[in-house]
């Protein structure tokens, strides 16, 4: 699995670059060895530092840490999701028990920035979720009795209202959720790193080639070193299935967004200088948008089975030709050039919606598949596979384990075709959300 590092990300290029990177160059033991520096991974990190200060812990990741899909997303830290497919009883308790996994993300997250006073523009303003189609109404009235009947505060938005919060006429209806907070992925996720602990090891550009066991270890091979470990947590997500880590329980998506510059005084005060706000899509592959604290506009429009999972510059600029289409519909009053970077990034899915966690062999461990979730249930899941790899247990770990477990995929060619048909299907429903 290599993966490089690109300049393409705005919520990167807003951080100073980091300094004394190191990498695998030698063969080492360890304790517990941590594949991937994203939330999931960082956190798993410092927890497993916490239950054992005496052990050795080595932490790696094949570009820079925070650098994959920690730092692109769209700032999200959800209390709720809209396309679940919830519709019965029984569903409604399901999706409860993920609400609830949720709720605890949001809870590690929020510890966290208390410990260590975490500047991330953290903003409890919630989210919507929003349609330009009227049609779409009777689906956020359907979903509003679910929030209803499980205790979400929320409340149905017209065109007029939506106009005022959001500074365009775009949607028609939305629905607004007040639980789910906004804030900036690159800070946040920078502030972990920033506050490892000093006796672990981090090694960045280190792309792990293979893996085996061999009796009570694991022996990895890197492109300069190896390193045997007594247990090994997987954490990287949109990355499991390239690794052979639950092959046929995860499928990566790619991912592009776009993200202008700030937009000046005349442009904000044509837009009626609205506070910061957060767009999710009613229908699968439709736009999530933002106006950020610093009045920028991020969009996300484009999902697709791609390889090599980061895209090179020119076809970036196809997918930002598409986003800047979708400002365009927003915001006819803003620039045609006012896009200031386009990235990609992945995500990692499974059939059901459901997340990963588990201990695959004695010593072998996976947390991932978010699922588009990742920021809270990731930092949640990093610590909690930490404490299972412990041997341990804890409310939120049965809080997790009573989840729905995700299901079986074909193989490829057959998984491929299908979620492509899926995603053409989607991005035709949802081309006037684009």
């Not at 919507?128 to 499980?150: G, Q, V």
């Not at 979708?326 to 990034?345: A, E, H, T, V």
Request: overall charge positive; aromatic content about 8%; hydrophobic content about 35%.
């Amino acid at each position: 699995m290599i993966v490089k590092n690109d300049k393409n990300c705005s919520w990167i290029n807003d951080l100073a670059p980091r300094t004394n990177i190191k990498s695998i160059k030698s063969n080492e033991d360890c304790d517990y060895l941590v594949i991937g520096a994203g939330y999931t991974g960082l956190s798993a990190a410092k927890k497993l530092r916490e239950l054992h200060p005496n052990k050795k812990i080595i932490i790696a990741d094949a570009q820079l840490a925070g650098e994959g899909a920690s730092s692109r997303n769209s700032g999200y830290l959800v209390d709720t999701t809209l396309n679940d497919g919830f519709t019965s009883n029984k569903e409604l308790d399901n999706y409860k028990k993920k609400t609830d996994i949720y709720k605890l993300g949001i809870e590690a997250v929020k510890r966290f920035i208390k410990e260590y006073q975490v500047d991330c523009d953290w903003n409890e303003c919630g989210k919507y979720f929003a349609s330009s189609k009227s049609e779409d109404k009777k689906t956020l009235e359907n979903f509003s009795i679910t929030l209803s009947k499980l205790g979400f505060e929320h409340n149905l938005l017209s065109n007029k209202e939506l106009k005022e919060r959001l500074g365009t006429d775009f949607y028609n209806i939305a629905l607004h959720t007040k639980g789910g907070i906004l804030l900036h992925p690159g800070k946040l996720v920078r502030a972990m790193i920033d506050t490892l602990p000093e006796n672990i090891n981090l090694y960045e550009n280190s792309s792990l080639l293979n893996w085996e066991k061999n009796k009570d270890a694991v022996i990895c091979k890197f492109k300069n070193g190896s390193i045997k470990t007594r247990k090994i947590i997987f954490a990287t997500n949109g990355f499991m299935k390239s690794l052979g880590v639950k092959p046929n329980y995860n499928f990566p998506i790619t991912l592009t967004a776009s993200m202008t510059r700030s937009l000046s005084n005349e442009e904000f005060i044509s837009l009626g200088e609205p506070k910061e706000w957060g767009v999710l899509p009613v229908r699968p592959m439709g736009a999530t948008i933002r106006m950020t604290k610093d009045r920028r506009i991020l969009i996300r429009n484009t999902a697709e089975v791609y390889n090599p999972h980061i895209m090179n510059q020119s076809e970036l600029n196809k997918r930002s030709f598409i986003q800047k289409i979708g400002i365009k519909k927003r915001f006819p009053q803003l620039p045609d050039d006012i896009i200031q970077f386009s990235w990609s990034g992945i995500v990692s899915r499974t059939r059901n919606s459901s997340q990963i966690f588990e201990k695959i062999d004695d010593n072998v461990f996976v947390a991932g598949c978010y699922n588009g979730s990742g920021i809270g249930v990731g930092t949640l899941f990093g610590e909690q596979i930490a404490i299972k790899a412990s041997n341990e247990n804890t409310k939120e770990i049965e809080t997790i384990e009573a989840r729905n477990k995700p299901t079986w995929l074909p193989p490829d060619p057959i998984l491929s075709l299908g979620v492509r048909t899926r995603l053409i299907y989607e991005r035709f429903r949802a081309k006037s959300e684009i």
